[in-house]
């Protein structure tokens, strides 16, 4: 349950100019006349959709409905299941160089919709060992867990969760292929979304999720909530998910479902209504929903799913007999920190708090349990190979030489 959204109408501000796209279609005579008697009456804000309502563009004209304030309007015209796809040409994937509409019309479908697929930009050569070595790191995880009484494993930690029945996230290795640049630091993914969120974004979790054959459909739900739920104001993303295909997804083998819209703020007096969708779920959900429509992120291989974490979404049940593994990466604007999805380690003597008290010193007692740590393994006579701490906090480049960096360090 529960929602977001925002209303349709009304005005929250136009954009930026549509451009040489913008532009309506001729109409007879009689249109015109009928046009100009109705434009007298309209008020600012009804005169501005209707010029957003000629432009050609698709993508510049429901980024100009979103900003206008007519977001249902904006995810009805612009998510569709053929325009959840953005597909780089077969120069810009030779070059390895995104061109500028490329770009544009993923960072307005991901706007808009909340969630877009970038087509085949992880090449064939990374992709392929990047399969092959997931596939090694879910079977030595999956081998380790004890299945609990219906044969399902039961577990949560630091490196590894549950995430319903027959799926599972484990978290990557931070070696290659995993590492590799095509994966981390793709030149198609990486200018979509630093439009959606600045350039100053940290990676958050890395791992890798699957479901098994015979997985059931995922219950509904979003990664993360608004920032200000009570403001009735939409934000942009503070927070947006990249799923990598390892494998062709297919329809049987249960791809992610999103809700387009779902990821906007509910207006501030605006109470959700119940949604009943074709499997009989039902959501609360806000004005800018379309009921009942559903984007299925089927993907070939190399492409990636980018979405807002706000989104409500959910797992379809695999059935199929392959298991589906999907690259998870999240990737956050640097001042805000997910405690939702993966556990922080913290001290024993943490349980015996107060329950305000563990919200309060949180953060504070696994930075003490980290630092227990450092002081036992040095002890022992470990050496952890720490950073010297010779660089810039807010740019991360290198303030001390090359030489002696350690002695310089602060």
């Known amino acids: 349950g529960g929602g977001s959204g925002s209303g349709g109408g009304g005005g929250r501000g136009g954009g930026r100019g549509g451009g040489d796209d913008e532009g309506g279609e001729e109409g007879d005579e ?80 991901l706007k808009v919709c909340g969630v877009v697929i970038v087509d085949g930009v992880i090449p064939a050569a990374v992709a392929g060992p990047l399969a092959a070595k997931a596939d090694a790191v879910i079977d030595q995880r999956l081998a380790g867990v004890d299945p609990g009484a219906d044969g399902h494993a039961t577990f949560e930690g630091t490196t590894a969760a549950k995430r319903g029945e027959s799926r599972y996230e484990f978290a990557n290795p931070l070696e290659a292929p995993f590492t590799d640049d095509a994966v981390v630091q793709n030149a198609f993914l990486g200018p979509v979304l630093r439009r959606t969120m600045g350039p100053r974004i940290e990676m958050d979790t890395f791992s890798t999720v699957v479901s098994l054959p015979g997985a059931p459909a995922q219950h509904w739900h979003a990664d993360a909530g608004q920032l200000f739920p009570r403001a009735g104001l939409h934000l942009p993303a503070h927070g947006v998910v990249a799923f990598a295909a390892l494998a062709n997804v297919t329809r049987d083998m249960g791809p992610t479902e999103f809700v387009p ?37 089927e993907a070939p291989r190399g492409s990636v799913v980018l979405f807002d974490f706000r989104i409500f979404h959910r797992g379809g049940p695999n059935t199929s007999d392959r298991r589906r593994a999907l690259l998870y990466s999240t990737y956050l604007r640097e001042w805000y920190t997910d405690r939702v999805n993966f556990h922080q380690q913290l001290s024993a003597s943490f349980d015996a708090l107060s329950p305000a008290r563990r919200k309060l010193f949180s953060r504070l007692d696994h930075r003490n349990y980290v630092s227990g740590l450092q002081q036992r393994l040095a002890a022992a006579g470990g050496d952890l190979k720490e950073s010297a701490y010779a660089f810039n906090a807010y740019s991360f480049e290198d303030t001390a030489p090359a030489a002696g960096a350690a002695d310089t360090a602060q």
């Open 261 to 297: 819209g779902s990821h906007v703020q509910c207006g501030k007096d605006e109470k959700p209504s119940p949604v009943q969708y074709d499997d009989g779920s039902v959501l609360d959900l806000c004005k800018a929903v379309p009921g009942n429509r559903l984007l299925i992120a």
């Open 30 to 109: 009689g249109d015109d006349a009928d046009a100009e008697a109705d434009a007298e009456f309209e008020t600012p804000e009804q005169a501005e959709l209707r010029r957003i309502r000629g432009i050609k563009n698709p993508y510049i004209r429901g980024v100009k409905l979103f900003e206008a304030g007519a977001v249902a309007e904006a995810v009805e015209f612009l998510c569709t299941q053929e325009r959840l796809h953005v597909a780089p040409r077969p120069k810009e994937l030779k070059a390895g160089k995104p061109a500028f509409k490329t770009v544009a019309r993923a960072a307005a479908t």
